[in-house]
């Protein structure tokens, strides 16, 4: 039986799961850049090779997201492994980054509360050069991701396990806190798209809302004088996670919009404000 090349491939493919995801697993089974299987359609890939493709585009059917397929998603513009211990991570969070990098042009002390894949943390530690950056999590799995995407994009952070508060110490301070905590409702449809990724990164089974306001009620006691609280939320939770942080004591509050127009991250500052 003669053995398909990659134009053909291409095409089974992208008669199953659409030409751009069949693009990005093809060229990841093969081990080249996706320009490579435009210029080499006619090659003819090795028989273990193809059957690997048809294997990630069972799994892609399935419904397998394609960067559990691949092990990495592109955030900021690198790479980070990611693996079904930790949330995919998401273009609109990077809405957070920018408003952070607005907010400091000086190295500051940052604290990333359930930082899973360490987009946050590791992003910021590079992005804001010298700066010294904790991040921590729950979930043993999701740190060891974290440290190995640190190591990977040589970014300087501390990593502790616990949930929330638990792993701070009760007189540290920090001149930034950023958090992307559960925060979709149980009954919230989007869930059941999302069967893949760690539910207790997504949901806190109620309304959403309480991992969002047992950060920003333990926020101040963490944040030195004009430090910044940043909360990444749901489309629909941007009123109420104002009105969380000014009950807590935040000024300056506002709520900047992800890049289709939503809601997306609520922040605040406590003591000197000069902005």
């Not at 607005?102 to 509360?113: G, H, K, W």
């Not at 804001?128 to 974290?146: F, G, H, P």
């Not at 939320?233 to 996670?241: P, R």
């Amino acid at each position: 039986m003669t053995r398909p090349d990659i134009r053909t491939l291409i095409q089974e493919g992208t008669e199953q799961i659409g030409r751009f995801e069949t693009m990005v697993l093809l060229a990841h089974a093969l081990g080249v850049r996706r320009e490579f299987l435009i210029a080499h359609d006619l090659d003819v890939p090795d028989e273990e090779k193809a059957e690997k493709f048809r294997l990630y585009v069972v799994m892609r059917k399935s419904g397998t997201p394609v960067p559990y397929i691949t092990g990495e998603q592109d955030f900021y513009g690198r790479f980070f492994e990611v693996n079904p211990s930790v949330l995919i991570p998401r273009p609109d969070t990077e809405v957070l980054v920018d408003t952070a990098l607005e907010l400091f042009d000086e190295a500051p002390r940052v604290l990333d509360l359930g930082t899973g894949s360490g987009c946050l943390a590791v992003t910021l530690a590079l992005e804001m050069k010298n700066s010294e950056v904790v991040a921590t999590d729950v979930s043993q799995e999701a740190l060891l991701t974290a440290e190995r995407n640190a190591e990977k994009l040589k970014a300087k952070v501390a990593f502790r396990r616990g949930a929330w508060w638990e792993a701070v110490g009760e007189e540290e301070r920090f001149d930034l806190i950023v958090s992307n905590p559960p925060y979709i409702r149980a009954d919230d449809e989007h869930l059941a798209n999302l069967t893949f990724e760690p539910r207790s990164a997504l949901t806190d089974e109620g309304d959403g809302m309480s991992a969002l306001a047992v950060i920003a009620l333990g926020a101040p006691a963490h944040l030195r004088s004009g430090g910044w609280l940043l909360l990444e939320h749901g489309y629909d939770q941007g009123e109420a996670c104002r009105n969380l942080l000014q009950h807590a004591g935040f000024s300056a509050v506002r709520t900047v919009k992800d890049f289709g127009g939503n809601d997306r991250v609520t922040l605040g500052t406590v003591g000197h404000f000069s902005g």
